[in-house]
């Protein structure tokens, strides 16, 4: 599902509406809702309006886990941390307990990094199939998702959730979650705005290229739901959609 919208604002205003509502149902029906947070500018906007009434009086905060679905290997006050993003846009600001706040740790080996998360993962989702409940992500204009780069050796990872993972001329090293278990959950949304993401859009939208070149072409729900919310500067090139 495809949806398009005049700008970031109206996008945001979207997403945060969403988030509000599928988080409360997901609370009332199981008791806890996990929510796997993406990074970059994009979904900033959103966060900082669950942070703002009324939203902010909307969700149950107390029976949200939040995970992120990768970072930087950086310290958590460094500003390239996704963590530090989120924090400062949303979770300093919402009474969420700080036991359900499980960042990637981005302040040491990024390969002990991804074990640790990933048995993170696997310890709270013991006993029950690993499936967040809404998974937010944005689109790179390179096809990118989470930290899921073009023709890295982690989209072909079946068996990990977690993986250090280095982009293409970048020094810096990453940890990802996998399409594996992105792909389990509940409901996936990606956010896209900018006219600079027209191009990369109609590519994984319509022209279906590999998706091992255009990695968000992996992000494909087993038993979910996958929803794109867009503006409408990034959907120009766009043949068809849903509209908004």
């Not at 806890?32 to 970059?40: N, S, V």
């Not at 040491?108 to 990933?118: F, K, M």
């Not at 072909?156 to 399409?179: C, D, F, K, M, Y």
Request: negative net charge; aromatic residues 6%; proline residues 8%.
């Amino acid at each position: 599902m495809i949806s398009v919208y005049p700008d970031l604002e109206a996008l945001s205003r979207a997403a945060a509406d969403l988030f509000a509502e599928w988080v409360a149902r997901a609370v009332a029906d199981r008791g806890r809702c996990a929510i796997l947070l993406a990074g970059g500018t994009t979904p900033r906007s959103t966060y900082e309006l669950l942070a703002e009434k009324p939203l902010r009086d909307q969700v149950p905060w107390g029976g949200l886990h939040f995970f992120w679905g990768d970072e930087r290997s950086v310290p958590s006050d460094d500003p390239r941390s996704n963590a530090r993003m989120v924090h400062r846009a949303l979770l300093d600001l919402v009474p969420v307990p700080a036991g359900q706040v499980h960042p990637i740790p981005g302040d040491r080996d990024p390969r002990q990094a991804a074990d640790e998360y990933e048995e993170l993962l696997r310890r709270f989702f013991a006993g029950a199939a690993p499936r967040f409940d809404l998974v937010l992500l944005g689109l790179g204009d390179d096809g990118h998702t989470a930290s899921l780069f073009p023709d890295s050796p982690v989209l072909e990872e079946r068996q990990r959730w977690a993986s250090a993972t280095r982009r293409a001329g970048e020094e810096i090293v990453r940890v990802t979650l996998t399409p594996t278990l992105i792909n389990q959950a509940d409901l996936v949304v990606f956010l896209v705005a900018g006219d600079d993401k027209a191009t990369v859009l109609r590519e994984v939208l319509e022209d279906h290229p590999d998706p091992r070149s255009r990695p968000a072409r992996m992000i494909m729900p087993e038993q979910g739901e996958l929803r794109w919310l867009v503006d409408q500067s990034a959907a120009r090139l766009l043949r068809r959609t849903n509209g908004r």
